[in-house]
């Protein structure tokens, strides 16, 4: 199920081609990203149906280790559970993403730069295996080559858009706090 699970019911990712890899960017140093904790609905970017819209739930689970869950679309298996960490190339912080199958890692990565256009709108972006196709598939070698290659066209393919699932939170302090803060009208004089 590996290549396929990013599919994220049917998201296009085989039209991409390889996205897989036989190790991480790196180890787990960065601390999370406290801003991709939550639920996102995300969309794919070159689907063959662009009104699939996918819930994915992404939760800490240690300091610098996430969770993130989605739909796989497949009656045996309903949940994609992958467990991913930051390496920072450039500044630029990329997920080492692994699926998790029965508990376990399965050995495969995929590497996924982030981008927020907004505090609640997001971009990810996969990279491509057949633009690091002549790289040793170590994590010094992927890690330094993605490095160099990070900015030219390609070597990210653009995968999903997603928007913050916000909870709605009934709030009446709010209100009165507004309503508190207007300034009081003096009386008006009498004649």
Same mark, same amino acid.
């Given at each position: 199920m590996r290549f396929g699970s990013w599919c994220l019911l049917g998201l296009a990712l085989p039209l991409f081609g390889c996205i897989e890899f036989d190790a991480p @960017? +790196? !180890? !787990?140093?960065?601390?999370?990203?406290?801003? $991709? @904790? +939550?639920?996102?609905r995300c969309m794919s970017f070159g689907t063959p149906d662009p009104d699939v819209v996918v819930r994915m739930n992404v939760q800490a689970l240690e300091p610098n280790h996430y969770e993130v869950v989605f739909p796989c679309d497949q009656p045996d298996? !309903?949940?994609? *559970?992958? *467990?991913?960490?930051? &390496? *920072? $190339?450039?500044? &630029?912080p990329i997920l080492s993403a692994e699926e998790m199958e029965g508990g376990k890692g399965s050995g495969k990565w995929y590497f996924v730069r982030y981008t927020f256009h907004r505090y609640n709108l997001l971009r990810f972006e996969v990279a491509d295996h057949d633009a690091l196709k002549d790289v040793p598939e170590t994590s010094s070698a992927l890690r330094q080559a993605l490095g160099k290659e990070m900015k030219r066209h390609g070597v990210f393919l653009d995968y999903l858009a997603c928007a913050k699932v916000e909870e709605k939170v009934q709030d009446d302090s709010a209100t009165e706090s507004t309503t508190s803060a207007l300034p009081t009208p003096e009386p008006t004089p009498s004649k």
């Open positions: @960017l +790196g !180890p !787990p140093k960065s601390p999370i990203d406290p801003n $991709l @904790l +939550g639920e996102w298996h !309903p949940d994609c *559970r992958f *467990r991913a960490h930051i &390496t *920072r $190339l450039h500044h &630029t």
